[in-house]
């Protein structure tokens, strides 16, 4: 085996699950993030984490609101995935200039894309340092899904997003 950086260890770990962090902005506006560093934490109670850099604006807008909706993006989305990923909600409106349908969920006030696999309502229970980024402990405070939509996945290092094939 011979030594390798985080860049490529992300390509060697494909697919990473990826995910769209759905908060809102001072002035009001829907902002979304993809965010491949994911994970549940806890069952009892139903508990994620997820990181992001700290410069994020949808970490500032979580860090600033305590809510947001961590949505699971379907096939559709691939394009506004990447467009979502390579500019930042402080200084684009970034709907405006990649738009996709948007669904409201059950007593939920932040919209997500409609072609999504599946939705957590969370509110930020813990902020954790975790060197060039935060880890955003959260609550999961609902839970939503549609089966029939397939999910997208992060691929080669995050520069693609795509489904997962099985073998």
């Not at 850099?53 to 995935?81: C, D, F, M, Q, Y």
């Not at 691929?155 to 073998?167: M, R």
């Amino acid at each position: 085996m011979e030594k390798i950086n985080m860049g490529q260890a992300a390509a060697f770990t494909s697919p990473n699950p990826l995910v769209l962090v759905c908060t809102r902005k001072e002035n009001g506006e829907l902002n979304m993030a993809p965010v491949s560093f994911v994970m549940y934490t806890s069952f009892n109670p139903p508990m994620l984490a997820f990181a992001m850099g700290r410069a994020s604006n949808s970490g500032e807008n979580l860090r600033r609101t305590g809510k947001a909706v961590i949505a699971v993006p379907g096939l559709s989305l691939a394009e506004a995935v990447m467009a979502y990923g390579s500019c930042s909600g402080a200084d684009t409106d970034k709907l405006a200039y990649t738009p996709v349908e948007l669904q409201s969920l059950e007593d939920v006030d932040i919209s997500i894309p409609a072609d999504s696999r599946a939705a957590f309502a969370v509110s930020l229970s813990q902020t954790v340092e975790a060197g060039d980024h935060y880890l955003y402990v959260c609550n999961i405070d609902g839970m939503f899904a549609d089966g029939s939509k397939p999910a997208l996945f992060a691929w080669d290092g995050y520069t693609k997003a795509a489904p997962a094939a099985i073998s």
